[in-house]
């Protein structure tokens, strides 16, 4: 992996340089940390993650899948546009790559690589935990990105190159990123204070009477999934014209396996008629059912399903409890 | 989908008819609507208005009069499906918060002035009659009436949204308006609107009644840790979705 050294002084030129070249989306702070388009390298945030997800750009919160008119179908035209993603966390990154494994392996799906393919990830790695809710070093993350900036030294940054589309935008600006013997070490890697979920293997808790305190606490107000990164469950609906009940469109919604109407079937049975049930399931799928078909865990632990949770449901601490109480037994 | 067309009503018994109007503020759709239909009969807009029988009957208000219950019985006997629209049709609304306060704290105001008036207690109409389906709010979204409208000429059945308020509000990117002290009952109430009122800044007051799947024990401790007192909560519970929430006396008291 190549290495490349942006001095401080041309950070601000760099981005103008990257805004120049096509549209770049950072988190930006107002009440609270989002993602935005930006205009201006000072409207770039580096100072905490953003509080909500990146992955509304690429698995969009409405998409249409179809239209049609008198059982004929058409596909709306898929635009790709050019972007860039300046300053995603690690976690964000790693989420990126897994709902890569959803929507561009497992299955082909357009919108979503019309959305991805022609984007850029920059990233920007935490010299320490961002929030006291952070994991992500539990989470055995990867390298993943295109470039990754470290702010280990005074005067620059060091930025390693990730990819093909790295090397691209590390020859497009080669005029601020250049050559350096310097390396990011593993131990400079680490993102000290975000480990604090030991050990994530949840296989033998499923029945565990400890998950109840956090039962009782969910308002199943599907703050966690909208929140998350990584979840990518959606809902599909038809929507017909007045003018001709033949003619409409099928759109994809976000939803959530917090809700009954998730599972709901046929006759109105509901699967997953319990809060516990329903409850277990996010954190099951996140630690425990995506790993058995990706061998990886969903769960990049950023942390955002406990800082947005309006009761602050910390299933960290709730694991641990289970685990500390099953090694005292 | 049989040839002839589905025969409709539209009627108001006690209210403030913005339910009805949530209907015609569907303007984009609302003469391709109205042809989807035999609207024989809608009072607010119409001359004439037989109601000798009914497909859909869709009643908006509340009983507050035996005149009302009069009007209400006779569209339930005309109609094969009876749907209740908006929130003083399905829930009380604003007018059944007459429940929880005193007789002689408002009847010198009206009642005892005009002694032809008759003080009855206000009530939703399934108290009265059996109501098939319910599109809830204060007032009703015009999309969930238009989409109920184009759902039952197909042969649809419609779905309750049971979803809570919160779905909608996350998706469209609001901060959580409990994280900033704010009274929001959006995590007990049903969706379907949108989340329209913290899309603007204020918190949900409930219009849309509760959900099936809500955790109000919960609710009411979320609640009374931000600082709002048993008064405070039992009257915002109350003002929209009092009579629906049958269990919430015994949960104060806990």
């Not at chain 1, 990123?177 to 994530?200: F, H, M, Q, W, Y």
């Not at chain 2, 009206?110 to 204060?138: A, F, Q, R, S, W």
């Not at chain 2, 308006?177 to 007051?205: D, Y």
Request: proline share 5%; hydrophobic share 35%; with cysteine.
């Amino acid at each position: 992996m190549e290495t490349l050294l942006l001095e401080k002084k041309d950070y601000e030129a760099f981005i103008t340089a990257l805004i120049n070249w096509c549209e770049v989306i950072s988190p930006v702070k107002k009440e609270v940390v989002r993602f935005k388009k930006i205009k201006n390298p000072s409207d770039v945030y580096l100072g905490k993650n953003s509080f909500f997800p990146v992955k509304e750009f690429f698995f969009r919160k409405k998409e249409t899948i179809f239209k049609f008119k008198n059982n004929k179908i058409s596909i709306p035209k898929l635009e790709s546009p050019k972007r860039i993603f300046f300053g995603l966390r690690k976690c964000d990154l790693n989420a990126i790559s897994h709902q890569d494994k959803v929507f561009m392996e497992t299955v082909k799906d357009p919108y979503y690589i019309s959305q991805r393919k022609n984007s850029y990830l920059i990233g920007y790695h935490c010299n320490e935990a961002p929030s006291k809710y952070c994991f992500c070093e539990s989470m055995r993350l990867k390298d993943f990105f295109d470039l990754m900036l470290y702010d280990k030294h005074k005067d620059f940054f060091l930025v390693e190159v990730g990819s093909e589309k790295g090397k691209t935008l590390a020859k497009k600006f080669g005029k601020y990123l250049k050559r350096t013997d310097n390396k990011v070490s593993l131990e400079e890697k680490k993102i000290p204070g975000a480990d604090r979920l030991p050990d994530s293997n949840i296989k033998d808790l499923y029945d565990n009477p400890g998950w109840q305190e956090g039962v009782d606490k969910c308002l199943s107000c599907t703050a966690c999934t909208a929140l998350c990164p990584t979840c990518y469950c959606f809902d599909l609906k038809d929507e017909v014209k007045a003018r001709n009940l033949s003619e409409g469109e099928r759109v994809r919604n976000w939803s959530s396996c917090q809700l009954k109407e998730f599972t709901m079937v046929a006759g109105s049975h509901v699967f997953r008629e319990k809060r516990e049930e329903r409850f277990k399931h996010r954190i099951y799928h996140q630690l425990d059912y995506f790993r058995e078909k990706y061998d990886v865990d969903l769960c990049t632990g950023c942390g955002r399903c406990i800082e947005g949770c309006p009761t602050r449901i910390d299933f960290v601490d709730i694991i641990n409890r289970m685990k500390q109480d099953k090694a005292k037994q | 989908m049989s040839e002839e067309k589905l025969k409709v009503g539209f009627y108001g018994i006690t209210g403030c008819a913005g339910c009805l109007l949530s209907f015609i503020f569907n303007e984009d759709e609302l003469l391709d609507l109205v042809k989807l239909v035999d609207l024989k009969a809608f009072p607010f807009v119409k001359e004439v208005n037989p109601s000798d029988s009914f497909d859909y009957v869709f009643v908006e208000g509340l009983v507050a009069s035996n005149e009302d219950l009069k009007v209400l019985k006779e569209l339930r006997e005309n109609s094969k499906f009876l749907v209740s629209l908006g929130a003083c049709a399905s829930t009380g609304c604003v007018p059944a918060y007459r429940h929880y306060t005193l007789k002689e704290n408002y009847e010198h105001l009206l009642y005892k002035k005009i002694k032809e008036l008759e003080d009855v207690n206000p009530t939703p109409v399934d108290m009265h009659v059996k109501v098939d389906y319910y599109i809830p709010g204060c007032p009703p979204s015009k999309e969930e009436i238009k989409t109920f409208i184009k759902k039952i000429v197909r042969g649809l059945q419609p779905k309750p949204n049971d979803n809570p308020v919160c779905v909608e509000c996350r998706r469209n990117g609001n901060e959580c308006l409990l994280e900033h002290g704010k009274p929001c009952l959006g995590p007990i109430t049903a969706g379907g609107c949108n989340s329209v009122c913290i899309n603007g800044g204020f918190e949900c007051w409930g219009c849309r009644g509760p959900t099936t799947d809500m955790n109000l024990d919960l609710m009411i401790k979320i609640l009374k840790s931000k600082g709002f007192d048993d008064k405070f909560i039992q009257d915002r519970l109350t003002t929209f979705a009092g009579l629906k929430l049958p269990m919430l006396e015994k949960i104060m008291k806990k």
